[in-house]
């Protein structure tokens, strides 16, 4: 069955500190998609990355970077001088088994980002 | 509209009551999803749509959770005999049709959270 993990539940940083968000995840499909979502305040899930399982090249987006490792079964995301405006809980996403529209998310990770 | 609409955005009921929580998905999109979250956990899959079908809803706890989306559009979630564990944000999502089969991205609503007493 399709499992993810994020080991840190919380993390403060001081605002331009670099931080990164650990998610690893098990699952026998040979295809599958990754993803990270951040919730902020207000609750609503906005969408960051999607990852398919055939493209470990690491991406860049402006200060938000991801590191795709399939040796290791992990998707970790780091945000380089971080900002107020992160803070938030940021959830990692596996694709359902078989390829199932469900998507399994792990805990999540509260992220605190003091000025 | 513009993103997803969940109503109420909040709900405060009795054990044993009868609940409906309403989703306006992204005009255009064919794919609607429920997910439940409890306090510190991540979403948890219900139900999704495609159209006015659902396709899997697997993720249901129990036969007290309906859901429906007749005109392939707005979706109501049922809730029947509402119990104190029943407590929880539920989140509504909904997508363009991606045919790779898991590659959907969701835009999710700000949820309605549910609080039985």
């Known amino acids: 069955a399709q499992k993810v993990t994020q080991a840190q539940t919380e993390i403060s940083v001081v605002e331009k500190e670099d931080v990164t968000l650990d998610c690893v995840y098990e699952t026998r499909d040979t295809t599958y998609y990754l993803f990270w979502y951040k919730q902020p305040p207000s609750g609503e899930l906005v969408f960051l990355i999607r990852r398919n399982s055939f493209d470990e090249q690491n991406e860049i987006s402006g200060r938000y970077s991801w590191n795709f490792q399939k040796s290791t079964s992990s998707f970790n995301f780091t945000i380089t001088a971080s900002q107020v405006v992160d803070s938030a809980v940021y959830f990692c996403a596996l694709s359902g088994q078989g390829g199932s529209e469900k998507l399994v998310f792990g805990k999540g990770m509260k992220l605190t980002v003091n000025p | 509209g513009a993103g997803v609409s969940q109503t109420p955005s909040n709900k405060v009921t009795e054990k044993g009551k009868y609940v409906e929580l309403r989703c306006d998905p992204i005009?255009?999109?064919?794919?609607l999803y429920w997910y439940r979250q409890s306090l510190g956990q991540g979403p948890e899959f219900l139900i999704y749509f495609q159209g006015t079908g659902a396709a899997d809803d697997s993720g249901l706890p129990n036969d007290r959770f309906f859901a429906v989306r007749p005109e392939g559009s707005v979706s109501t979630l049922k809730i029947q005999r509402t119990e104190r564990g029943d407590s929880a944000v539920y989140l509504c999502?909904?997508?363009?049709?991606?045919?790779?089969?898991?590659?959907?991205?969701?835009?999710f609503g700000a949820g309605s959270r549910l609080t039985v007493l």
């Open positions: 005009s255009g999109h064919t794919a």
């Open positions: 999502a909904s997508s363009l049709w991606d045919r790779t089969p898991g590659a959907n991205v969701l835009t």
